[in-house]
Structure formats: structure tokens, C-alpha cells
């Protein structure tokens, strides 16, 4: 019984395609995340989802477009994708609503996407 | 802007040693701090929760402690194993931001 799931797990694709990557999580929690993993191992976070509202979107390009039919579900579509987008893809949950503090995150177990 | 810096990068340790690893932040307006680990190619894991209001956290033979007022917090691992070689990330939720904001990394390598 998977708290955060990711599918795939694995994508390669070539420069100027449009990839979609789907998050789920059956924890019950209202608040759901994507952060990116670069070359570095640095970790970054790019969205953040409340009750299906955007609450964050830390300067990502809009190439990148999240989206969230429900508390559920949060997926990140990615057009005309380029070398840079590169990356290890994350998606995470908590509790946490606007005005509060976010409590323990869960983590997915992470989409490696290589653009060529 | 929130800065999380982790000391060292890297820790090689014989097994059975205790060891701490640290984790500092510049803006002590934070909600909570998490300590997570990664294992290589996987996911994180959550370790341990920090509320702000918290001194330290403990489960099994990890503690972790924080001090806001002096913008760090560290993780002690007693008794170290083989099986704890990972990564280890330290995170801190700032109040009003709603996002984690995370370090760079304590690569660790227990040697049997």
C-alpha cells in the first residue's frame, strides 16, 4: 500500500517532446508538492497544490504546467522539453492549509526523466 | 532568503562509531525541520519531524536537535551500521513560504 506513487519511474525522451508525469497519494493529506532534483543532488521546490489550488510556483517555466483534478492527484506536464529539463522529478504531500504550517512530508519515490 | 547549509559533504566512518552530522539556516522564522535519507537512485525518506516549538526528536538511535535562536539543528546517529550509508538531507519548513527549502547533503558511508 503505496503512501506517494509516480509513474514512470523512468522516462527518456528527445528534445521538443511533451511528457506528462502522474502523482497520487492515499494518504489523505490536502497539500501536494513537486520539487526537482538536479545533477548536484540539489533539491528544489517548483509547486505546491492546497485543496487543488496553486500556492507556489517558485519562477518554473511555463513550459511546466501542473495540474490537479483532485486532492489526490497532482501531475506535471512538460512541453517542448529541453537538455536542462534533465532531472530527478519528486512529488510529495502533508497536511497543511493556507495560514498554517505544513506538517511531515511524504515523498514519492522519484521520476528520472533524460531528455537526448 | 532562506539558505540550509549541511556539514560535511562527506563522512566516512568505521562501523559501530557515533556520529553527528549538522545543519545550519539562516532564517529562524521556520515551522518545522525534517531530516530526511536517501538512498542511492531511490526516494526520501523521513527520519524525523522537528516542530519549532520542539528541542529534539528522537526515534531509535537517531536524535535530532534544534536550536532556532541559533539557526541549527543536528542529527546524532549512534551506533553506526553499514545499512546506514546514505544520504542525509536536512529541510526546513519556513513559516509563511509552504514549501521546504533543503540543504545539500551529508553523503555517509559506514565501513563494516
Known amino acids: 500500500d503505496t503512501a506517494v506513487s509516480q509513474t514512470p519511474k523512468y522516462l527518456v525522451t528527445q528534445m521538443g517532446n511533451d511528457k506528462s508525469i502522474k502523482c497520487e497519494q492515499n494518504?489523505?493529506?490536502?497539500?501536494m508538492y513537486w520539487y526537482k532534483q538536479d545533477s548536484k543532488k540539489f533539491l528544489k521546490i517548483m509547486f505546491s497544490?492546497?485543496?487543488?489550488?496553486?500556492?507556489i510556483n517558485e519562477t518554473v517555466p511555463n513550459r511546466f504546467s501542473p495540474k490537479s483534478p483532485d486532492k489526490a492527484h497532482l501531475n506535471l506536464h512538460i512541453n517542448s522539453l529541453e537538455l536542462g529539463d534533465s532531472a530527478v522529478y519528486f512529488c510529495?504531500?502533508?497536511?497543511?492549509?493556507?495560514?498554517?504550517?505544513?506538517?511531515?512530508?511524504?515523498f514519492g519515490p522519484g521520476t528520472r526523466l533524460t531528455v537526448t | 532568503k532562506q539558505e540550509v547549509t549541511q556539514i560535511p559533504a562527506a563522512l566516512s566512518v568505521p562501523e559501530g562509531e557515533n556520529l553527528v552530522l549538522n545543519c545550519s539556516f539562516t532564517?529562524?522564522?521556520?515551522?518545522?525541520l525534517q531530516w530526511f535519507r536517501q538512498d542511492p537512485g531511490k526516494g526520501l525518506t523521513s527520519l524525523l519531524l522537528?516542530?519549532?516549538?520542539?528541542r529534539e526528536q528522537t526515534s531509535g538511535r537517531l536524535n535530532a536537535s534544534l536550536d532556532k535562536s541559533s539557526g541549527r539543528s543536528t542529527l546524532y546517529i549512534a551506533a553506526s551500521q553499514p545499512g546506514d550509508s546514505a544520504t542525509y538531507l536536512c529541510?526546513?519548513?519556513?513559516?509563511?513560504?509552504?514549501?521546504?527549502?533543503f540543504g545539500s547533503g551529508t553523503r555517509l558511508q559506514v565501513q563494516p
Open positions: 494518504l489523505g493529506h490536502d497539500t
Open positions: 522537528i516542530q519549532s516549538s520542539q
Open positions: 529541510a526546513v519548513y519556513l513559516t509563511g513560504r509552504r514549501a521546504l527549502t
Open positions: 532564517d529562524s522564522a521556520i515551522y518545522n
Open positions: 497544490y492546497n485543496n487543488k489550488e496553486l500556492i
Open positions: 510529495a504531500s502533508s497536511h497543511g492549509s493556507r495560514g498554517q504550517g505544513a506538517r511531515e512530508q511524504y
